[in-house]
């Protein structure tokens, strides 16, 4: 296992188009977040998953945005509907649960440019 | 209000050269405090978690400080190499339930090591 790997690395997309982003994390890692990070700003967290379970969706989520784990491991965040303020890095975690959250590991991310 | 401050916003020193990053947070209840470096377009990656109970702990040429009481750390890069270049991000964790969705995030000490 080498990480969390994201894919796309990059995304250039026309405003108004839907983009989804994968993330595969660490195999044994059964909590995964994504995050959103501007420029000259530190991560903010989107969501995160315990397995297949969407636990927690920051207010930053709007309706256009969805994110999914369907069998617990890889994930997949969707945004529909581009806007010009989507761009950004987005960034995926995975960790281990109970407490032991020491390993908690970032992909490279899937820069977003929408023109 | 949890806050985490970092200074210098930025440092340039030269290769060899040995050179230490301060942070300061007012997060109340404090679980543990790390360290990430960030390369321009990439995801963090951790350096050393610590903590309130470790005063110290070293990475390679990378070793972090806390001092629980006054609330502080420091990040202390010893011999530096070029590719040191990067943000170093200080990182605090509210709470103790295992859940990084509360991370507090400083907003980073850009480091350039030049030749």
């Known amino acids: 296992d080498t990480g969390v790997s994201q894919d796309p690395r990059h995304k250039i997309t026309k405003r108004g188009q839907n983009v989804t982003f994968r993330c595969d994390p660490i195999?044994?890692?059964?909590?995964l977040y994504w995050y959103r990070q501007t420029l000259g700003q530190g991560p903010e967290f989107l969501t995160y998953?315990?397995?297949?379970?969407?636990?927690?969706k920051s207010r930053l989520l709007s309706d256009r945005f969805s994110a999914e784990r369907p069998k617990g491991s890889f994930s997949t965040l969707e945004i529909q509907r581009t806007e010009q303020g989507d761009s950004a890095m987005y960034l995926c975690?995975?960790?281990?649960?109970?407490?032991?959250?020491?390993?908690?590991?970032f992909g490279s991310g899937t820069r977003l440019t929408v023109v | 209000k949890n806050q985490v401050e970092q200074s210098p916003q930025s440092l340039i020193i030269l290769e060899g050269k040995n050179c230490t990053l301060q942070?300061?947070?007012?997060?109340?209840?404090?679980?543990?405090l790390r360290w990430y470096k960030q390369d321009t377009g990439r995801g963090p990656v951790s350096l050393t978690i610590?903590?309130?109970s470790e005063n110290t702990k070293s990475n390679g040429r990378y070793t972090a400080t806390l001092d629980a009481d006054t609330k502080q750390s420091s990040l202390h890069i010893t011999a530096s190499q070029l590719s040191d270049s990067a943000s170093y991000i200080c990182v605090v964790s509210p709470n103790n339930a295992g859940n990084n969705r509360k991370l507090i995030w400083g907003l980073g000490t850009s480091l350039a090591v030049n030749p």
């Open positions: 610590m903590t309130f």
């Open positions: 942070c300061n947070y007012t997060v109340s209840p404090f679980s543990n």
């Open positions: 975690a995975s960790s281990l649960g109970g407490g032991r959250d020491y390993g908690y590991t």
């Open positions: 998953f315990q397995n297949e379970a969407q636990l927690e």
């Open positions: 195999s044994e890692h059964n909590r």
